[in-house]
């Protein structure tokens, strides 16, 4: 019986493979660029939110799978080409995610003391490229620009009480960094209001909650929310409501206590656009955001913000941009539409590249949350089997899979680690993380990762 190899090119994406192996002649290789497995759930996932990182037991059974192999530390695109790929298996799903950031496209955006999201918590969830982030936390206000999970992560993780922080997997330079940050300000800046923000109820009653902290509002951003709300789906009046009670409601007793003994402050603020960041007097770092002022046009998810030609000045010395992510183009040979930023795709068919297939925020572009990233894999991974049974995809000829792929990285030089050298990994960093009280203590060197087990011993 022929046995069909299809090939992984792991982003945030392992829930891709689980649907195929049902499937029970085929084989799944998954490959990724860095040691250690489980992308965005290691990488992207807050530190504070551990049950979401649960969804790691469903993956860890996947791939020991017996017809599921990882093979971590191998570049796709660099370490070997797409088109190799292809020659060696029958079917290539890229899933990597969208790593790029979008830019502010403003004056000043380049100074220091300006950072994107995506490398702030990869600096504190240990992502190897950002350890050397060492963001200055020496100023009193700090201004985020976007409102979706992201941003309330971002200014939940600099608010947070550093004892509560203690007992997460966040790094060690960046618990350090935090315990002596001076920043008792957080303002979470978007464009348009409040009926079109992005984050969902959970992150935002986390802000609510958070201990020490009490919000600080605009009574006028929210002028004729509470009577628009009777024609909205039922998440966003929530989520609306709890903004609506947080911003305008006297507080009973009990909370007015606790906001009176808050020594941190965090608010949204709505209208507002960043057309400058300002430098300090020596032009060397960041001394505030100027903000353009805006308006409604329309009215729901469809509202655009139009320009009243206001501005305003804010100052702060750390500015986080969370405005979205990117995908970037991993090989020349795979179609990339740059404008949207995503592979061209039906369903997850690559266009005009039969056997090539995407899933996550590759197919979709960056939207939507872990559940909706993991439906929209089974997706692909059906559009896969339809195409295996219907005969559209050719498994006529045996293919080599891994075989052929590991002797041209044995050629190059690249030594790939399995899962079982992960698990050692995981080990020492979960022995680490129990020295000192954590669930875990991430190591933040490539080279780290693969000495210490004798990875490139080769075994």
Same mark, same amino acid.
């Given at each position: 019986m022929l046995t069909q190899k299809v090939k992984f090119t792991l982003g945030q994406d392992e829930s891709l493979v689980s649907d195929s192996t049902h499937n029970q002649y085929v084989e799944v290789d998954i490959y990724e660029r860095l040691p250690v497995p489980f992308g965005l759930v290691r990488f992207g996932v807050a530190p504070d939110h551990p049950e979401v990182k649960n969804v790691i037991n469903t993956f860890t059974q996947t791939a020991k799978h017996s017809r599921c192999s990882f093979y971590g530390n191998v570049n796709v695109g660099k370490d070997v080409s797409i088109d190799e790929l292809q020659q060696a298996y029958h079917a290539v799903v890229l899933s990597y995610g969208a790593e790029g950031n979008r830019s502010i496209g403003v004056p000043g955006e380049g100074l220091a003391g300006v950072y994107s999201a995506k490398d702030f918590v990869g600096w504190y969830n240990g992502l190897p490229n950002c350890r050397e982030l060492s963001p200055d936390l020496s100023c009193e206000t700090a201004v985020i620009l976007g409102q979706g999970n992201v941003a309330l992560d971002v200014a939940r993780i600099l608010l947070s009480p550093i004892d509560s922080l203690k007992k997460t997997d966040i790094t060690q330079p960046a618990l350090e960094a935090l315990a002596q940050s001076?920043?008792?300000?957080?303002? !979470?800046? #978007?464009? $348009?209001?409040?009926?079109?923000?992005?984050?969902?109820?959970? /992150?935002?009653?986390?802000? @609510?909650?958070?201990?020490?902290?009490?919000?600080?509002?605009v009574a006028t951003?929210?002028?004729?929310?509470?009577?628009?709300?009777?024609?909205?789906?039922?998440?966003?009046?929530?989520?609306?409501?709890?903004?609506?009670?947080?911003?305008?409601?006297?507080?009973?007793?009990?909370?007015?206590?606790?906001r009176n003994k808050a020594s941190r402050i965090w608010g949204f603020r709505f209208f507002r656009s960043p057309i400058e960041v300002l430098a300090d007097p020596n032009h060397?770092? !960041?001394? #505030?955001? $100027?903000?353009?002022?805006?308006?409604?046009?329309?009215?729901? /998810?469809?509202?655009?913000? @139009?320009?009243?030609?206001?501005?305003?000045?804010?100052?702060?010395?750390?500015?986080?941009?969370?405005?979205?992510?990117?995908?970037?183009?991993?090989?020349?040979?795979?179609?990339?539409?740059?404008?949207?930023?995503?592979?061209?795709?039906?369903?997850?068919?690559?266009?005009?590249?039969?056997?090539?297939?995407?899933?996550?925020?590759?197919k979709t572009g960056p939207t939507g949350v872990i559940a909706t990233t993991m439906n929209n894999?089974?997706?692909?991974?059906?559009?896969?089997?339809?195409?295996?049974?219907?005969?559209?995809?050719?498994?006529?000829a045996a293919k080599p899979g891994s075989q052929s792929i590991s002797a041209l990285l044995e050629k190059r030089g690249v030594k790939p680690v399995t899962f079982s050298d992960w698990e050692k990994i995981d080990n020492v960093e979960m022995m680490r993380g129990e020295a000192s009280g954590k669930p875990r203590e991430k190591l933040l060197k490539v080279e780290e990762m693969l000495q210490d087990f004798s990875v490139n011993a080769g075994h």
């Open positions: 001076q920043v008792r300000r957080v303002l !979470i800046v #978007g464009r $348009r209001g409040p009926m079109q923000i992005a984050c969902t109820i959970k /992150e935002l009653r986390e802000m @609510v909650n958070l201990p020490g902290t009490r919000p600080e509002m951003d929210f002028e004729g929310v509470a009577e628009a709300l009777k024609d909205v789906p039922r998440p966003r009046k929530r989520l609306t409501e709890l903004m609506l009670k947080t911003a305008l409601e006297k507080p009973g007793e009990k909370e007015q206590e606790r060397n770092k !960041i001394a #505030g955001i $100027r903000l353009a002022v805006n308006k409604l046009e329309g009215s729901g /998810e469809g509202a655009q913000a @139009v320009l009243t030609g206001e501005e305003e000045d804010v100052p702060c010395g750390l500015v986080v941009s969370s405005i979205g992510y990117k995908s970037l183009s991993i090989d020349p040979s795979v179609p990339f539409d740059s404008r949207k930023a995503i592979v061209p795709n039906i369903m997850g068919r690559v266009q005009q590249a039969a056997g090539l297939y995407c899933s996550g925020w590759l894999s089974f997706d692909t991974a059906r559009s896969l089997m339809e195409d295996m049974d219907s005969g559209t995809l050719d498994l006529s």
